[in-house]
């Protein structure tokens, strides 16, 4: 499956943010349509967080992203 750029986007912004926060943690895009639809998924770009679904349809900005951190 290709990746469109709102996804990229969404994995770039999420990257940056975590880093300007100094939190670890793994980044995973997924790609394969079985996995998302098994997910829950119904919209990409889509945001779990521990297996929660944050966000879905639309690309996350820095203050969404520092909000499911608590910052």
């Known amino acids: 499956m290709q990746h469109s750029a ?3 986007k969404t994995e770039e912004t999420i ?3 975590i880093r300007k ?3 670890e943690a ?13 997910r829950g998924i119904m919209m ?6 521990d297996g929660k679904t944050m966000l879905a349809g639309k690309v996350p900005s820095e203050a969404q992203i520092r909000t499911w951190f608590g910052r």
């Open 26 to 38: 793994e980044v995973i895009h997924v790609t394969d349509i079985s996995e998302i639809v098994e």
């Open 15 to 17: 990257s940056e943010t």
């Open 21 to 23: 926060l100094g939190i």
């Open 44 to 49: 990409t770009p889509a945001v779990m967080i």
């Open 6 to 8: 709102t996804c990229r």
